[in-house]
C-alpha cells in the first residue's frame, strides 16, 4: 500500500520559515521524481517544486529563491525548506510523484501565512 505522509505545517509570521517532510512507503522512492503542490483557499491545486532522481530541481516562478526542495532516499522522504514566507503561500501543502499519481494524494498539511 502506497502512503503518502506530509508533515511540518503550523502557522507562522510573514517573512517566517517552515520545513515541511513527507514521509513515503510502499513506493520505490529512489527512482521517482517527486514534488511538492499545494492549494490554497478557493484555488485550484498547483505544482510547487520538484526533484528527481537524480537530485535535479526545478520551481514555480512564485517560489523560486525562497523554497528548496530535497530529498533523503535512505529515509524515503522529500523535504521542503519554505523561506521568507508570504500570506499568499497560505495553502495545504501535498507531495506526490511528479506528474501527479491521482491515487498517492494524501491528507496535506495546513500552512498559514498571518500576522
Same mark, same amino acid.
Given at each position: 500500500?502506497?502512503?503518502?505522509?506530509?508533515?511540518?505545517?503550523?502557522?507562522?509570521?510573514?517573512?517566517?520559515?517552515?520545513?515541511?517532510?513527507?514521509?513515503?512507503?510502499?513506493?520505490?522512492?529512489?527512482?521517482?521524481?517527486?514534488?511538492?503542490?499545494?492549494?490554497?483557499?478557493?484555488?485550484?491545486?498547483?505544482?510547487?517544486?520538484?526533484?528527481?532522481?537524480?537530485?535535479? #530541481?526545478?520551481? #514555480?516562478?512564485?517560489?523560486?529563491?525562497?523554497?528548496?526542495?530535497?530529498?533523503?532516499?535512505?529515509?524515503?522522504?522529500?523535504?521542503?525548506?519554505?523561506?521568507?514566507?508570504?500570506?499568499?503561500?497560505?495553502?495545504?501543502?501535498?507531495?506526490?510523484?511528479?506528474?501527479?499519481?491521482?491515487?498517492?494524494?494524501?491528507?496535506?498539511?495546513?500552512?498559514?501565512?498571518?500576522?
Amino acid at each position: 500500500q502506497v502512503q503518502l505522509v506530509e508533515s511540518g505545517g503550523g502557522l507562522v509570521q510573514p517573512g517566517g520559515s517552515l520545513r515541511l517532510s513527507c514521509a513515503t512507503s510502499g513506493i520505490i522512492f529512489s527512482s521517482k521524481t517527486v514534488g511538492w503542490y499545494r492549494q490554497g483557499p478557493g484555488k485550484q491545486r498547483e505544482w510547487v517544486a520538484g526533484i528527481s532522481s537524480s537530485g535535479r #530541481t526545478t520551481y #514555480t516562478d512564485s517560489v523560486k529563491g525562497r523554497f528548496a526542495i530535497s530529498r533523503d532516499n535512505a529515509k524515503n522522504t522529500v523535504y521542503l525548506q519554505m523561506n521568507s514566507l508570504k500570506p499568499e503561500d497560505t495553502a495545504v501543502y501535498y507531495c506526490n510523484t511528479l506528474p501527479a499519481t491521482r491515487a498517492y494524494w494524501g491528507q496535506g498539511t495546513q500552512v498559514t501565512v498571518s500576522s
